[in-house]
């Protein structure tokens, strides 16, 4: 067996499709490392969304370089494999700055792989891969090898909304959405392989539309299938949220309560700059009519401090729409200006100490919601689907409906089902509970 190593930065898309790459090799002998070291195949599968995420890429190549060197001094060969939306927003540039990689593979040609692998063992030399050839790839790819007790699918890729701040567009093309069949097995191969619960997963995935079928039709369908307990969906864009998708989460028992709605600002003149298309008020509408629906549904954003031109009473609305919804958590990021974006090149860039000062405010609130919001729940029982072993020995881990993480001490035989939990205390990052 040849060792692969896969490294993963950025999405949950990424995650899957890093899975994926491993299913794609494993035909030609590849068995997954948890490290680089000695690793006949290492695979980067990269982030581009902020500068920080694309910097770290770089630096990961130069310790890379090393092992390489050492590996070819032991008489062997390590492939060096760049894939992700880095690979397709800067795919030239790693080869000049970074000459031990091999391959440079886009999120949407990873499925060439295999013959780019064979390609770099006869000649040598770099070989690039970054078409969008639509939906080609999902139709090369293997059947799941194995899965966890949550598992991701995607549905839905690309986006068309060109948010002035998001590289998304450019790395990952337009939005397409992959036909309800495909799909439909996957998830049934997933069942079998152990999958209790699957997260639809799509930059833009409640825009889904597989030939007429919406996301809210597919939940529908993937919860036919028994094994299924439980469907979550991200991330959603405000603009794509339809009315059955709404319905949904009142009829389809299997759909949880919570939901990823990113936002990004509470500030209209920003949300206007950033081309999110609608207000905050609209956003606000939105979630009471998501709430009279699924009143219990916990609702969770990303949010951009610092975007460019963001002033203290713009700032000032995003506190102000974040105490009105309530959020069970959110991401919060400081604004990261990204090459061949709009926001790149506005003027009136927001100083570094300012975004640093206005994220560290929002974090606060946030954190204290997210506290409030997991302190609501000691006392009760919840349903909750075990994932894992924990690292405390005894300890298994699972999640409630809402996402919570809940750490329990009992048999390990539990992972994979859905059990009642009394929730007694939280931690920083947890819940605790005992079997009720
Ligand atoms: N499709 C999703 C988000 C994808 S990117 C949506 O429409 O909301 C994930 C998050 O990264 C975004 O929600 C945004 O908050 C953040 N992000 C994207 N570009 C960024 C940038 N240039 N600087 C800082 N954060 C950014
Ligand atoms: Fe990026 Fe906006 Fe598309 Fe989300 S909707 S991926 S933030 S461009
Ligand atoms: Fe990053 Fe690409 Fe996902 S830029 S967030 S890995 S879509």
Same mark, same amino acid.
């Given at each position: 067996m040849k060792?692969?190593?896969?490294?993963?930065?950025?999405?949950?898309m990424n995650?899957y499709?890093?899975?994926k790459?491993a299913?794609?090799?494993?035909p030609?002998?590849y068995?997954?490392?948890d490290a680089?070291?000695?690793a006949?195949?290492v695979?980067l599968?990269?982030?581009h969304i902020?500068?920080?995420a694309?910097?770290?890429v770089?630096?990961?190549l130069?310790r890379?370089k090393q092992?390489?060197?050492a590996k070819a001094?032991?008489g062997?060969?390590m492939?060096l494999?760049?894939a992700g939306?880095v690979?397709q927003?800067?795919?030239?540039e790693?080869?000049?700055?970074?000459?031990?990689v091999?391959m440079?593979v886009?999120p949407?040609?990873?499925?060439?792989?295999?013959e780019m692998?064979?390609?770099a063992a006869?000649?040598g030399g770099h070989?690039?891969?970054t078409d969008?050839?639509?939906?080609?790839?999902f139709?090369?790819?293997?059947?799941p090898q194995a899965?966890g007790?949550?598992?991701?699918l995607?549905?839905?890729?690309?986006?068309?909304?060109?948010?002035?701040?998001?590289v998304?567009?450019?790395?990952?093309?337009s939005e397409h @959405?992959?036909?309800?069949?495909?799909?439909?097995t996957?998830? %049934?191969q997933?069942?079998d392989k152990?999958? /209790?619960? *699957? #997260?639809?997963l799509g930059?833009?995935?409640n825009a889904?539309?597989?030939?007429?079928w919406?996301?809210?039709?597919?939940c529908?369908?993937?919860?036919?299938?028994?094994?299924?307990?439980?469907?979550r969906?991200?991330t959603?864009h405000?603009?794509d949220?339809?009315d059955d998708l709404?319905?949904a989460?009142?009829d389809?028992?299997?759909l949880?309560?919570?939901l990823h709605l990113?936002?990004? @600002?509470?500030s209209d003149?920003?949300l206007e700059?950033?081309? %999110?298309?609608?207000?905050?008020?609209d956003? /606000?509408? *939105? #979630?009471e009519?998501i709430r009279?629906s699924?009143p219990?549904?916990?609702?969770?954003s990303?949010f951009i401090?610092?975007f460019?031109?963001?002033?203290?009473?713009d700032f000032?609305a995003?506190?102000?729409l974040v105490?009105?919804i309530?959020?069970a958590?959110a991401?919060s990021?400081?604004?990261?200006?990204?090459?061949?974006?709009?926001?790149?090149?506005?003027?009136?860039?927001?100083?570094?100490d300012?975004?640093?000062a206005?994220?560290?405010?929002?974090q606060k609130l946030?954190?204290s919601?997210?506290?409030?919001?997991?302190?609501?729940q000691?006392?009760k029982?919840?349903?909750?689907l075990f994932?894992k072993?924990a690292?405390?020995e005894?300890q298994?881990?699972?999640r409630?409906?809402?996402?919570q993480?809940?750490h329990v001490?009992?048999?390990a035989a539990?992972i994979?089902q859905v059990?009642s939990?009394?929730?007694?205390?939280?931690?920083a990052?947890?819940l605790?509970?005992?079997?009720?």
């Amino acid at each position: 067996m040849k060792k692969l190593f896969v490294k993963t930065y950025g999405c949950q898309m990424n995650a899957y499709d890093s899975a994926k790459m491993a299913d794609l090799l494993a035909p030609l002998g590849y068995a997954q490392a948890d490290a680089p070291e000695g690793a006949d195949m290492v695979i980067l599968n990269t982030c581009h969304i902020r500068e920080r995420a694309a910097e770290k890429v770089y630096s990961e190549l130069g310790r890379l370089k090393q092992m390489k060197a050492a590996k070819a001094r032991d008489g062997g060969k390590m492939l060096l494999a760049v894939a992700g939306c880095v690979a397709q927003a800067e795919g030239e540039e790693i080869v000049a700055r970074a000459p031990q990689v091999d391959m440079v593979v886009g999120p949407q040609s990873y499925h060439r792989l295999p013959e780019m692998i064979a390609r770099a063992a006869r000649a040598g030399g770099h070989a690039l891969e970054t078409d969008f050839p639509a939906l080609e790839k999902f139709d090369s790819l293997q059947p799941p090898q194995a899965s966890g007790v949550s598992a991701f699918l995607t549905v839905q890729e690309g986006c068309d909304k060109f948010c002035t701040f998001c590289v998304v567009p450019y790395t990952r093309g337009s939005e397409h @959405s992959r036909s309800p069949e495909t799909i439909l097995t996957e998830a %049934r191969q997933l069942a079998d392989k152990g999958a /209790r619960e *699957l #997260v639809l997963l799509g930059q833009n995935v409640n825009a889904y539309d597989g030939g007429g079928w919406s996301l809210a039709k597919l939940c529908e369908a993937i919860a036919q299938i028994d094994q299924i307990e439980r469907i979550r969906y991200t991330t959603s864009h405000p603009r794509d949220m339809g009315d059955d998708l709404i319905a949904a989460h009142a009829d389809n028992p299997k759909l949880m309560p919570y939901l990823h709605l990113p936002v990004q @600002s509470g500030s209209d003149t920003v949300l206007e700059a950033m081309n %999110r298309q609608h207000t905050g008020d609209d956003y /606000r509408r *939105l #979630v009471e009519r998501i709430r009279k629906s699924r009143p219990d549904i916990a609702m969770t954003s990303d949010f951009i401090v610092g975007f460019p031109g963001e002033s203290d009473t713009d700032f000032d609305a995003t506190m102000q729409l974040v105490r009105d919804i309530g959020y069970a958590t959110a991401f919060s990021f400081k604004y990261s200006k990204r090459p061949g974006t709009p926001a790149s090149t506005m003027r009136k860039q927001v100083a570094e100490d300012v975004k640093a000062a206005r994220l560290d405010a929002l974090q606060k609130l946030l954190l204290s919601q997210q506290y409030a919001f997991d302190d609501s729940q000691i006392g009760k029982i919840m349903p909750v689907l075990f994932e894992k072993v924990a690292r405390e020995e005894g300890q298994i881990m699972g999640r409630t409906p809402y996402l919570q993480p809940v750490h329990v001490k009992t048999d390990a035989a539990l992972i994979g089902q859905v059990a009642s939990v009394k929730i007694e205390k939280r931690t920083a990052n947890s819940l605790h509970g005992v079997l009720a």
